[in-house]
C-alpha cells in the first residue's frame, strides 16, 4: 500500500498496476517482454517500488521509470528497510542492500534450526530490525544482520508457519487497580 500517494499496487506475473480507493487503475508499470515477476515491495518513504522477477531486480520511481535493474536469481520475498534500501529473501539466506541495489550483507539467520526456507518478512519501523519467518522458526535481526533473537517454534507450533506482521499498540492500554 502506498500511503504517500493512496493507492495499492498490484502485481500479477507479467503486469504491475496501482489502484485508488475505489479500485479504479490510475498507474501502471510496463515490467518488460518477459517479466516473470515474484515478489515487489514499496518503499513508503520515496514511493519507489522494487520488483523481483526470474533474474532480475529492479526499481522503479514512483512514476515508473527505472531506476536500476541488477542479475538477481530470484528473491522469494522482500519488504523495504526504512532507509531506501531492501531486505530480501532467498531460500534460507537473508541479504539487505542499499538503495543503488549494492549488497550491504547476507545473513542465515535459521543456521542451526529446521525449518527450510525463509517463508516471510516483516519489517519493525521502530528500529528497522526485522522479523523473519521459516516453516517453524522466527528470528529478529538488526539493521546491521545481527540476529537480536529467535525461537524455535517446531514444539509449540503444529501447522508451518507463512506469514508475520508485527503488532505495536499505537495507545497503550490503561491499567487500573
Given at each position: 500500500m502506498d500511503s504517500v500517494h493512496s493507492r495499492l499496487w498490484v502485481a500479477t506475473e507479467k503486469t504491475l498496476t496501482a489502484h485508488d480507493r475505489s479500485g479504479n487503475e490510475v498507474a501502471s508499470i510496463d515490467p518488460g517482454r518477459r517479466a516473470g515477476i515474484e515478489e515487489i515491495a514499496l518503499d513508503p518513504s520515496t514511493g519507489d517500488l522494487w520488483v523481483a522477477s526470474d533474474?532480475?531486480?529492479?526499481?522503479?520511481?514512483?512514476?515508473g521509470n527505472v531506476v536500476f535493474w541488477r542479475f538477481f536469481e530470484g528473491f522469494s520475498r522482500m519488504a523495504h528497510d526504512g532507509q531506501g534500501g531492501l531486505w530480501a529473501a532467498r531460500e534460507d539466506t537473508l541479504w539487505r542492500l542499499n538503495?543503488?541495489?549494492?549488497?550491504?550483507?547476507?545473513?542465515?539467520?535459521?543456521?542451526?534450526?529446521?525449518?527450510?526456507?525463509?517463508?516471510?518478512?516483516?519489517?519493525?519501523?521502530?528500529?528497522n530490525s526485522l522479523c523473519v519467518i521459516n516453516r517453524k522458526s522466527a528470528a529478529r535481526v538488526g539493521p546491521d544482520g545481527e540476529l537480536l533473537g529467535s525461537a524455535n517454534l517446531a514444539g509449540a507450533v503444529r501447522d508451518r508457519l507463512f506469514a508475520a506482521v508485527l503488532y505495536r499498540d499505537v495507545r497503550p492500554p490503561t491499567l487500573r487497580i
Amino acid at each position: 500500500m502506498d500511503s504517500v500517494h493512496s493507492r495499492l499496487w498490484v502485481a500479477t506475473e507479467k503486469t504491475l498496476t496501482a489502484h485508488d480507493r475505489s479500485g479504479n487503475e490510475v498507474a501502471s508499470i510496463d515490467p518488460g517482454r518477459r517479466a516473470g515477476i515474484e515478489e515487489i515491495a514499496l518503499d513508503p518513504s520515496t514511493g519507489d517500488l522494487w520488483v523481483a522477477s526470474d533474474h532480475f531486480l529492479r526499481r522503479f520511481d514512483s512514476s515508473g521509470n527505472v531506476v536500476f535493474w541488477r542479475f538477481f536469481e530470484g528473491f522469494s520475498r522482500m519488504a523495504h528497510d526504512g532507509q531506501g534500501g531492501l531486505w530480501a529473501a532467498r531460500e534460507d539466506t537473508l541479504w539487505r542492500l542499499n538503495s543503488y541495489g549494492k549488497v550491504l550483507f547476507k545473513v542465515r539467520p535459521f543456521g542451526k534450526w529446521w525449518g527450510g526456507d525463509i517463508v516471510d518478512l516483516a519489517l519493525d519501523q521502530k528500529d528497522n530490525s526485522l522479523c523473519v519467518i521459516n516453516r517453524k522458526s522466527a528470528a529478529r535481526v538488526g539493521p546491521d544482520g545481527e540476529l537480536l533473537g529467535s525461537a524455535n517454534l517446531a514444539g509449540a507450533v503444529r501447522d508451518r508457519l507463512f506469514a508475520a506482521v508485527l503488532y505495536r499498540d499505537v495507545r497503550p492500554p490503561t491499567l487500573r487497580i
